[in-house]
């Protein structure tokens, strides 16, 4: 007997959205796009956490692009650049940078469904896709002012080009560009040529001859060194190094030091000069320290990465993915693992910091995936396709819900984490301030939301060593929050008003948050 198809479940339908997994993927972003770009509406100002980078660093760099560098930089021109280019549109720094790490998530999604598509399969690929969306930590550096999203974004189109597209001339000529771009942001591609050369050569991905890989290896090579060399020859011009880099501190804070934060890194600094001086100062310690961070960082990728409810499908999905990848092995998926393994051999130079693995966000979203695809095949062989389906698509459910769950909360922590108190102040200090004015912070913030010069709030032991450098500084401006009395606790005292110093007069109280602005005055009649 015929069967009509009508309802939801028509079969047309249905085996539409099978021949179509790119449109469903490309529904799904624009979904996310919407939701993300609502949800970004609520982000005001940035947090002091990684967002300290967007204003103490990138925004800095923005400005000085054309300039001499001052000295050595962590990481390139690339995101500064960028930045750049969109406040031709948008003349709010802050929301360019968060417009472009939405277009970059919503990119990197995309790209992360055609690369597990092209490396497994449509319906994998698609589950992960919804899984990886609905990650806190993926949700977070979608909405935040970052190079994060913007890098990853970077590193998934490189893989793609490299391993999913037909391996030509062109496809590697446009991955060595993406690549070279990518180092431009972040130093941690500074592994991509290593990387790509291991799967070129030794793992012989694209099954081509010796002198053919050999070939098409220079290409990237030449490339990557190509769109590098802005800031390779700068470095070389002012430094005598092309790959001058202060990243070396992070490590021996890291390593040696008072752990990662602008007091440890300055710390660092003085001890040392370039990484192989951290390694030479104690490398038995440094080997140990490390092969452990290598194995921690592991650990932590996969507690951190995923709300803790989510451990056993991760681990379940893991041990099946494990036990059956002899009868799953290619080429192409080793070369995936030489990426992460280089990615791990890196990242264990630095302090642990979920953002630094987002790329490994979707890979582990497609392992759960797997873990569940596979219950579903092992049920629809023993209970029969309706058992197997509806018990897949429990689990499915549950899943996304703890990962909603999470989410929401991590995101409204996150949200409301970001220091509003400074909006009014910025406010204020715009009406009085000029931009040659000069104000004492722990945190960039708001110098640069008041159109002010920034300086650092030195750790002096007293007030006297502080009015000191405050003077030699030409200090205009001091504030004093809870950031503040965190990392300043000696001067304690100066939140309240009332216990100021002569040489500084208070303008500017916030009693809700314990924040308050003085004036310098540079000539008081000390006692």
């Avoid at 890989?213 to 490339?223: C, E, G, I, N, Y």
């Avoid at 715009?430 to 945190?443: H, V, Y």
């Avoid at 030699?472 to 939140?495: G, W």
Wanted: hydrophobic content about 50%; aromatic content about 14%; overall charge positive.
């Amino acid at each position: 007997m015929a069967t009509t198809n009508r309802g939801l479940f028509d079969t047309k339908r249905i085996d539409f959205l099978k021949a179509h997994p790119q449109l469903i993927a490309l529904l799904i972003c624009t979904i996310y796009l919407i939701v993300i770009l609502i949800v970004s509406s609520y982000h005001k100002i940035g947090t002091y956490g990684t967002e300290t980078d967007f204003y103490g660093q990138h925004t800095h760099f923005m400005k000085s692009l054309f300039e001499k560098p001052e000295g050595p930089t962590q990481h390139g021109p690339g995101y500064p650049f960028v930045l750049w280019l969109i406040t031709f549109v948008d003349k709010d720094v802050f929301h360019a940078g968060k417009m472009l790490s939405i277009v970059s998530s919503v990119l990197l999604a995309f790209f992360a469904f055609k690369f597990l598509r092209n490396i497994f399969d449509s319906r994998l690929a698609l589950l992960a896709l919804l899984i990886m969306l609905l990650n806190p930590t993926f949700v977070e550096y979608s909405i935040a002012a970052t190079t994060d999203m913007f890098f990853m974004f970077l590193f998934i189109l490189m893989l793609y080009l490299l391993l999913c597209e037909p391996t030509t001339y062109v496809t590697i000529l446009l991955s060595g560009i993406v690549g070279g771009v990518a180092f431009m942001t972040r130093t941690a591609a500074i592994y991509f040529p290593i990387a790509v050369g291991v799967c070129l050569l030794a793992i012989n991905y694209t099954q081509k001859s010796l002198k053919e890989r050999t070939a098409l290896l220079l290409v990237f090579l030449s490339v990557f060194l190509v769109t590098a060399s802005p800031w390779l020859i700068s470095n070389y011009r002012h430094f005598g190094n092309p790959l001058a880099n202060s990243g070396y501190n992070i490590t021996a804070s890291t390593y040696f030091g008072e752990g990662p934060s602008a007091e440890g890194w300055g710390a660092a600094a003085q001890r040392f000069n370039s990484i192989f001086d951290v390694v030479a100062y104690n490398p038995s310690q440094f080997v140990k320290l490390y092969l452990i961070n290598i194995a921690v960082d592991f650990v932590k990728s996969i507690i951190y990465l995923f709300p803790i409810g989510i451990a056993p499908f991760l681990t379940f999905g893991g041990l099946v993915l494990l036990l059956n990848f002899r009868r799953h092995f290619t080429r192409t998926k080793l070369s995936v693992l030489i990426f992460v393994a280089f990615l791990f051999l890196f990242q264990a130079l630095l302090q642990w910091d979920n953002r630094f693995f987002l790329i490994l966000v979707p890979l582990y979203s497609l392992v759960i995936s797997y873990g569940i695809v596979f219950l579903q095949a092992k049920l629809e062989k023993s209970r029969g396709i309706l058992i197997s389906s509806l018990g897949s698509l429990a689990i499915i459910i549950v899943v996304l819900l703890i990962f909603l769950v999470n989410t929401v909360r991590a995101t409204k922590d996150f949200i409301a984490a970001e220091p509003r108190a400074l909006i009014a102040a910025a406010k204020f200090l715009e009406s009085i301030g000029k931009p040659s004015d000069i104000l004492m912070a722990r945190k960039p913030h708001l110098g640069f939301i008041s159109n002010l010069q920034n300086s650092f709030f030195p750790d002096a032991k007293n007030l006297d060593e502080l009015f000191e450098i405050v003077k030699a500084n030409h200090i205009t401006y001091v504030l004093y929050s809870e950031m503040e009395e965190y990392y300043r606790p000696q001067f304690e005292a100066l939140s309240d008003p009332k216990n100021a110093p002569v040489w500084l007069m208070p303008i500017y109280l916030d009693k809700n948050t314990h924040l308050v602005i003085y004036k310098v005055v540079h000539n008081p009649l000390r006692e």
